[in-house]
């Protein structure tokens, strides 16, 4: 019970200092517009449109390749651990 009431306590703190800070404004103008937060500086939008894309392709790899390419993997390192 102690846990959660501290890890709960946490969450609540982050929650709040990302609101005093507008954390949910700031990333949104980071990926529509690519103003870097706390900063004047402006990605074009083709880096940011790279960055995104680059990002989507990575989640969707690891969510669909990567179960596929870890079983091989054990697989492989069971069928050599057998063989010794």
Known sequence: ????????SIIGSAAIFLDTINFGQQMILFVFAGIVPGTNIVIS???????????ITVIILRITVW??????????????????
């Not at 019970?1 to 709960?8: D, G, V």
């Not at 939008?45 to 990002?55: E, G, N």
């Open 45 to 55: 939008p083709i880096d940011v449109m790279a960055a995104t894309a680059t990002a």
């Open 67 to 84: 179960p596929l390419v870890r079983s091989i993997l054990v697989a492989d390192t069971q069928v050599k651990h057998k063989a010794i």
């Open 1 to 8: 019970m102690r846990k959660l009431i501290i890890t709960l």
